[in-house]
């Protein structure tokens, strides 16, 4: 190994140990902001606001570091993609540092513990948290992509419980818990977040090693209306146009016996077979598959009308559609066809960008 080759690898190794020691500070305040809110301790929650101050400088030398790396070795290939991956992992170890200060903060307001189903709900939330963070550090820390891999599965399978901890929150009459519960609310989400930057931890951990890119995200989508046949038209136009983007379902408030023929014949025209489907109801569709929805859209009137409360994650649309009968014939499902088909092309390319399949 030459002298350069030494000095480069003497250099990246002085930066993964300098990564190493951040990733501890920043677990370790996690850690602490979690038990101080289990506990009531506010001396603890003081000490870990403060404690951040440290692993803020620390990740500006670190950056200023891997700049310097840069201009000094011009690195190219596996280091390459490792110092790329590393200013990453070193603004989102800064991130989660900020969201323990945000934990610790608010249990330092909390006139005492929480209790009940909210601490229950915490406790699991705060234990898979740590885990997954602990183990995402390990990953890239060990350059290990199958580690990360399997840690990517845990926040997969992580349920977030939002939407009942803010049902909770609604619906209790006790107005002088209020500041307490919005709180707790608050430190929910920011473990979530936690959460999703332990998972970003474990993308960069698969990148430097295998310079593999995150796979664009997709979304799911539900087109709702009353008898299921513009909503039917607006699943079937996403699924043929955009198949790598999204999930699609469709459902009516009182949907028919079966589709429109009409309809069908005309869908099947352009590479659709609907014959054999039935319009779904929408009581059909269980909680759980409401909740899952990125987006809701309703293609007659406004999306509340069809549910008692927009699921926490889900953002509702409505789109303003000229109806269509029988009597208007094939010309009249053409016009529906195209203004749906501009509606779902402005949506999937807000979502995934131009260019979307």
Same mark, same amino acid.
């Given at each position: 190994?030459? #002298?350069?080759?030494?000095?480069?690898? #003497?250099?990246?190794?002085?930066?993964?140990?300098?990564?190493? *020691?951040?990733?501890?500070?920043?677990?370790?305040?996690?850690?602490?902001?979690?038990?101080?809110? *289990?506990?009531?301790?506010?001396?603890?929650?003081?000490?870990?606001?403060?404690?951040?101050?440290?692993?803020?400088?620390?990740?500006?030398?670190?950056?200023?570091?891997? #700049?310097?790396?840069?201009?000094?070795?011009?690195?190219?290939?596996?280091?390459?993609?490792?110092?790329?991956?590393?200013?990453?992992?070193?603004?989102?170890?800064?991130?989660?540092?900020?969201?323990?200060?945000?934990?610790?903060?608010?249990?330092?307001?909390?006139?005492?513990?929480?209790?009940?189903?909210?601490?229950?709900?915490?406790?699991?939330?705060?234990?898979?948290?740590?885990?997954?963070?602990?183990?995402?550090?390990?990953?890239?820390?060990?350059?290990?992509?199958?580690?990360?891999?399997?840690?990517?599965?845990?926040?997969?399978?992580?349920?977030?419980?939002?939407?009942?901890?803010?049902?909770?929150?609604?619906?209790?009459?006790?107005?002088?818990?209020?500041?307490?519960?919005?709180?707790?609310?608050?430190?929910?989400?920011?473990?979530?977040?936690?959460?999703? *930057?332990?998972?970003?931890?474990?993308?960069?951990?698969?990148?430097?090693?295998?310079?593999?890119?995150?796979?664009?995200?997709?979304?799911?989508?539900?087109?709702?209306?009353?008898?299921?046949?513009?909503?039917?038209?607006?699943?079937?136009?996403?699924?043929?146009?955009?198949?790598?983007?999204?999930?699609?379902?469709?459902?009516?408030? #009182?949907?028919?016996?079966?589709?429109?023929?009409?309809?069908?014949?005309?869908?099947?025209?352009?590479?659709?077979?609907?014959?054999?489907?039935?319009?779904?109801?929408?009581?059909?569709?269980?909680?759980?598959?409401?909740?899952?929805?990125?987006?809701?859209?309703?293609?007659?009137?406004?999306?509340?009308?069809?549910?008692?409360?927009?699921?926490?994650?889900?953002?509702?649309?409505?789109?303003?559609?000229?109806?269509?009968?029988?009597?208007?014939?094939?010309?009249?499902?053409?016009?529906?066809?195209?203004?749906?088909?501009? *509606?779902?092309?402005?949506?999937?390319?807000?979502?995934?960008?131009?260019?979307?399949?």
């Amino acid at each position: 190994m030459s #002298h350069l080759e030494e000095r480069l690898e #003497h250099d990246l190794n002085d930066i993964r140990s300098r990564v190493q *020691q951040q990733a501890e500070r920043v677990e370790t305040a996690v850690a602490n902001a979690i038990h101080a809110l *289990q506990t009531g301790n506010k001396k603890l929650a003081y000490a870990t606001i403060l404690n951040d101050l440290p692993i803020n400088r620390t990740m500006r030398e670190i950056d200023a570091i891997c #700049h310097k790396f840069i201009a000094v070795h011009l690195p190219s290939g596996s280091h390459l993609r490792l110092l790329s991956s590393v200013i990453r992992v070193n603004v989102e170890l800064e991130r989660i540092g900020d969201y323990a200060v945000t934990i610790a903060r608010e249990s330092a307001q909390l006139s005492k513990p929480p209790e009940g189903t909210m601490a229950r709900e915490l406790d699991r939330m705060a234990s898979e948290t740590m885990l997954m963070l602990r183990q995402s550090i390990r990953a890239f820390s060990d350059l290990n992509a199958e580690m990360g891999r399997s840690t990517k599965l845990l926040a997969d399978q992580m349920e977030s419980n939002l939407d009942s901890i803010y049902t909770e929150m609604m619906n209790n009459q006790d107005r002088g818990k209020v500041k307490d519960i919005l709180a707790v609310f608050v430190v929910f989400t920011q473990l979530k977040r936690v959460a999703d *930057q332990a998972k970003n931890l474990c993308e960069d951990a698969i990148f430097a090693v295998t310079g593999e890119q995150k796979a664009p995200k997709v979304y799911k989508i539900l087109f709702l209306d009353e008898d299921n046949s513009k909503s039917r038209m607006a699943e079937a136009i996403a699924r043929r146009n955009y198949p790598e983007s999204g999930e699609y379902i469709s459902a009516g408030r #009182h949907p028919a016996g079966s589709l429109n023929p009409h309809l069908v014949s005309f869908l099947e025209k352009r590479g659709k077979n609907l014959e054999n489907l039935k319009p779904t109801a929408l009581d059909e569709l269980t909680e759980r598959t409401l909740s899952e929805q990125y987006v809701i859209v309703s293609l007659d009137g406004e999306v509340s009308s069809y549910l008692p409360s927009i699921p926490f994650h889900s953002t509702a649309l409505a789109w303003d559609l000229d109806p269509v009968s029988d009597t208007d014939g094939e010309q009249g499902f053409e016009n529906l066809y195209r203004a749906i088909s501009l *509606q779902v092309k402005d949506l999937m390319e807000t979502l995934r960008g131009e260019g979307a399949s």
